[in-house]
């Protein structure tokens, strides 16, 4: 429900006042916050196309909504429950962030804050435990959007005592009953999620909207980098940018990759042996490009380097340098 009705601008009494007969969307939709959220998302974001053409749809319809509300036309909320399912560091918690300033912006929710929750944070280990810690993430959630990330893990059918169950009990029925107070987001591996749904169908009915992330491009997780570095006042060398494009190339196909994520951790250890390298030369003075500058001996000498054929086969790449 909006909690932004519309008030007619007119020095008569309200209860009489004509609807409007025109609209400025463009003015409606800034006002809102619409397009300084989408132009953030982009900004945030690369790549990512379909996604971020999904959102747009879905904050088109809920601007149209507001302004059939406006317009004194039937004007019914629609479902906004949502699944995004995608590999880890695919920026499903970035999109739930704006999608949330966007659900506030037009007042389909009171708050737009997000919280964001694990089984480990609805789902008790003894019996009596679990609806309690449910009900308080839903009131601390309640206004805004619950993010549930790797929803699969809800509830554990090859555990008879497990109680996980109980927590999506209570979560479809504040799904239902106050979808107008809560926007619940589920999260997770794309195949997970459409074994979870078929267990669980009552999910399924109540959600509106599935998004699917895709990996990321090599050349996209290049520009995250770049991007990374230079948000944090850093630069590639030539050479630099050539030992990072192979890096990408050799990581991206070992275990546990992971998107943006890895890239930014990568970007972190880069960061950490460009001050290795600068300080082991204590008496040399620095300049403020030596300070920018990432050379490839900064990348080179990761382990994905050294060893990769050996990291691929025993997955001893969870944290590589």
């Known amino acids: 429900m909006l909690?932004?009705?519309?008030?007619?601008?007119?020095?008569?009494?309200?209860?009489?006042a004509p609807f409007p007969s025109s609209f400025d969307?463009?003015?409606?939709?800034?006002?809102?916050?619409?397009?300084?959220?989408?132009?953030?998302?982009?900004?945030?974001?690369?790549?990512?196309k379909p996604v971020k053409s999904r959102v747009r749809q879905i904050a088109s319809l809920l601007l149209i909504e507001r302004i059939r509300q406006q317009a004194g036309l039937v004007a019914s909320p629609p479902t906004l429950h949502?699944?995004?399912?995608?590999?880890?560091?695919?920026?499903?918690?970035?999109?739930?962030?704006?999608?949330?300033?966007?659900?506030?912006?037009?007042?389909?929710?009171?708050?737009?804050?997000?919280?964001?929750?694990?089984?480990?944070?609805?789902?008790?280990?003894?019996?009596?435990?679990?609806?309690?810690?449910?009900?308080?993430?839903?009131?601390k959630a309640m206004g805004g959007v619950l993010f549930i990330d790797e929803a699969y893990y809800l509830h554990r059918p090859d555990n008879e005592r497990d109680y996980g169950q109980e927590a999506i009990e209570i979560l479809l029925q504040v799904m239902e009953n106050q979808r107008d107070d809560l926007v619940v987001i589920l999260a997770g591996y794309g195949e997970r999620m459409t074994s979870f749904f078929a267990s669980n169908p009552g999910f399924r009915s109540r959600i509106a909207h599935h998004i699917e992330f895709p990996d990321?491009?090599?050349?996209?997780?290049?520009?995250?980098?770049?991007?990374?570095?230079?948000?944090?006042g850093y630069r590639f060398s030539a050479a630099a940018r050539e030992a990072f494009i192979r890096y990408i190339a050799l990581r991206s196909r070992q275990p546990f990759f992971s998107n943006a994520r890895s890239i930014r951790n990568a970007v972190d250890r880069i960061r950490l042996r460009q001050a290795d390298r600068l300080v082991a030369d204590i008496d040399r003075m620095l300049s403020v490009a030596d300070l920018e500058t990432i050379d490839a001996a900064d990348i080179l000498t990761s382990r994905v380097f050294a060893c990769p054929a050996l990291e691929a086969q025993t997955g001893e790449v969870s944290a590589p340098r």
Do not use: C, W
């Open 82 to 139: 949502m699944s995004f399912t995608g590999n880890p560091g695919t920026g499903k918690t970035t999109v739930a962030l704006r999608m949330a300033k966007i659900l506030h912006g037009l007042g389909f929710v009171r708050r737009g804050h997000v919280i964001s929750v694990t089984r480990d944070d609805l789902v008790g280990q003894y019996i009596g435990h679990t609806a309690p810690k449910t009900k308080e993430i839903l009131k």
């Open 3 to 16: 909690d932004r009705p519309y008030q007619p601008n007119s020095d008569a009494d309200p209860a009489n």
């Open 216 to 232: 990321y491009a090599e050349t996209e997780l290049f520009a995250i980098a770049e991007m990374m570095l230079q948000e944090r």
């Open 25 to 48: 969307l463009r003015k409606e939709a800034e006002a809102a916050g619409i397009t300084a959220t989408l132009q953030e998302l982009d900004r945030e974001l690369i790549g990512l």
